[in-house]
């Protein structure tokens, strides 16, 4: 199979020649963990994929983002009356204009 790749830009253009086996392991890959045949060859590509190693640093994000996500919760607890009485004191104005 042949695929070719443009740029988004400009005129060149890049030709990969793979055999039908490999394209059939990169299809399963990506039907595998859910990605379209593109994306898997873009991944391929440009090795942009995770080793063991690396995982053991998404488990680290992973657990950042929820410490932050608690945060921000606790955060916006503390400004939901505000908000609530800013939006009481917008609607009265609305309806003291209307009348």
Avoid: C
Wanted: no cysteine.
């Amino acid at each position: 199979m042949r695929i070719i790749v443009r740029p988004k830009r400009g005129w060149r253009k890049v030709v990969f020649k793979i055999d039908d086996e490999a394209f059939r392991r990169i299809e399963l890959a990506g039907s595998k963990y859910d990605f379209r045949v593109d994306e898997t060859l873009k991944i391929l590509i440009k090795g942009d994929f995770l080793t063991k190693r690396e995982n053991l640093d998404v488990d680290m994000l992973v657990g950042e983002i929820k410490r932050l996500e608690h945060e921000l919760y606790k955060i916006e607890g503390s400004w939901a009356p505000l908000k609530f009485s800013a939006f009481g004191i917008a609607r009265d104005n609305q309806n003291l204009a209307t009348d």
